[in-house]
Structures are given as C-alpha cells and as structure tokens.
C-alpha cells in the first residue's frame, strides 16, 4: 500500500536537496499544467504506456510536491473528495443533488 504522506514527504526532500523551488507557488502550477500536457501528448502520439505512465507520475508528483509546498495532507483530502463525488447523484450524467 502506497502512503501518499510519505510519497509527498519524500518529494518535498528530493526537492530540497535539488535545490527546486520550494516557494514559487505559479511556477508550480506551471509545471504541473506542463506535465498533464506532456501525459495527453504521449498519450495522443501513442508513444506507448510506459511514457505515458511516467507522465501520469510526473502529474502525481507536482501535485503532491504542491501539497506539501501548501501544507495540505492530499492524502485526506482524496479520501474526502472520493466520498464526496461517490455521494453525488447523477441521471443521464447530469448532477442532480450535491452534498
Ligand atoms: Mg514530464
């Protein structure tokens, strides 16, 4: 079982120890929006799974390199979202009931 707190802890360190940005918070958001890019490009160029699963990791790892850039606990706050959006009700794939 993966620990996401830890994932993220360990990106953080990586971070640190490379001497990444680690305040610049835009420029993060940057980079992510570049690697969701970079994953549907593989993907589109059907440059196969492994390239477009090291994207997908790229995406993971910005996002939680965020989280721990913002002091947030994504790991909690996943489990809250996936609760939320599996209360949600839905007819003909439109959201009739929010929680
Ligand atoms: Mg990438």
């Known amino acids: 079982m993966v620990d996401l707190n830890e994932l993220q802890k360990r990106i953080y360190k990586n971070k640190v120890e490379k001497k990444f940005n680690l305040t610049n918070i ?3 958001f940057c980079y992510l929006h570049g690697e969701v890019t970079e994953s549907f490009d593989a993907w589109l160029k059907k440059k196969g799974t492994e390239a477009v699963s090291l994207e ?3 995406v993971a790892i910005f996002t939680l390199g965020i989280a721990e850039m913002l002091g947030i606990d994504l790991e909690a706050a996943l489990l809250k979202k996936i609760e939320i959006n ?3 009700v839905y007819i003909d794939g439109k959201k009739v009931e929010n929680i």
């Open 26 to 28: 835009p420029q993060e």
């Open 56 to 58: 997908l990791a790229d």
């Open 86 to 88: 599996e209360k949600r």
